[in-house]
């Protein structure tokens, strides 16, 4: 079983930067996604960022792109969302997740995971974090 732990939340003026954590811990032992998901009130979960922690795929929601970054520090299982230019829309209560079955296996394969699992309403991924708030006030 893998435990998922975020930090790094809190609020920022508009047009300012916050930078989440999350550190894997349990079984890891092969290549895995791992990503965010925004819950914004009153909408359903939706994914925003992942990355294939053997390189070669990521994803970022159309929303975010240009302005936050994914990386991954493999040995710590460690992984840092840079979110910068922040707005008023992307208020909301950050999740890590990470999938070690469907999503790799489709990457590995040259699919393309990330609109189906990483889509809207998502909430069957292998491991969750507890979540995290982002306020950013105008």
């Known amino acids: 079983q893998v435990q998922l732990a975020e930090s790094g939340g809190g609020s920022v003026q508009a047009g300012g930067s916050l930078r989440l954590s999350c550190v894997a811990s349990?079984?890891?032992?092969?290549?895995?996604?791992m990503g965010w998901f925004r819950q914004v009130p009153g909408k359903e979960r939706e994914g925003i960022a992942g990355?294939?922690?053997?390189?070669?795929?990521?994803f970022y929601h159309d929303s975010v792109k240009g302005r936050f970054s994914l990386s991954h520090i493999a040995p710590n299982n460690t992984m840092f969302l840079q979110m910068n230019d922040l707005k008023p829309e992307d208020t909301g209560t950050y999740y890590c997740a990470a999938d070690f079955r469907r999503c790799p296996m489709r990457v590995e394969v040259g699919g393309d995971p990330w609109p189906t699992l990483w889509g809207v309403g998502r909430k069957d991924l292998d491991a969750w974090g507890q979540g995290t708030l982002v306020t950013v006030s105008s």
């Open positions: 990355i294939y922690t053997g390189g070669g795929s990521s």
């Open positions: 349990g079984n890891i032992y092969s290549y895995y996604c």
